[in-house]
Nanobody, 121 residues
Framework: QVQLVESGGGLVQPGGSLRLSCAAS????????MGWYRQYPGKQRELVAV???????NYSDSVKDRFTISRDNAKNTVDLQMNSLEPEDTAVYYC???????????????WGPGTQVTVSS
């Protein structure tokens, strides 16, 4: 049993900043990767940033120079620092984890419920 919960979303003006946080809990044995996705209304969920178990990061081209993903292995958390926010960043942001737990033999994908980010003046 693994659960991911996001926090930190809200309303911000263009050019402003937000920091999203995600905490994983449950019978976790190993986290192979954690990342952030976002979804616009009526659109596919898309990758924002991912942190793998070796510490490497991968960003969507649209956020590469503005967002920073960071992972705390001891706390089983992953954060997304979002700077220079634009109206196009408005979406529901979801935490994702590829996690091996006590319940299953192999790692599985888990998703948080999402947190709304709105960029508007």
């Amino acid at each position: 049993q693994v659960q991911l919960v996001e926090s930190g979303g809200g309303l911000v003006q263009p050019g402003g900043s937000l920091r999203l946080s995600c905490a994983a809990s449950g019978s976790i044995i190993k986290i192979y990767a954690m990342g952030w996705y976002r979804q616009y209304p009526g659109k596919q969920r898309e990758l924002v940033a991912v942190n793998t178990s070796d510490g490497r990061t991968n960003y969507s081209d649209s956020v590469k120079d503005r967002f920073t993903i960071s992972r705390d292995n001891a706390k089983n958390t992953v954060d997304l620092q979002m700077n220079s926010l634009e109206p196009e960043d408005t979406a529901v942001y979801y935490c994702n984890g590829r996690i091996l737990s006590r319940t299953f033999l192999l790692p599985r994908e888990y998703w948080g419920p999402g947190t709304q980010v709105t960029v508007s003046s």
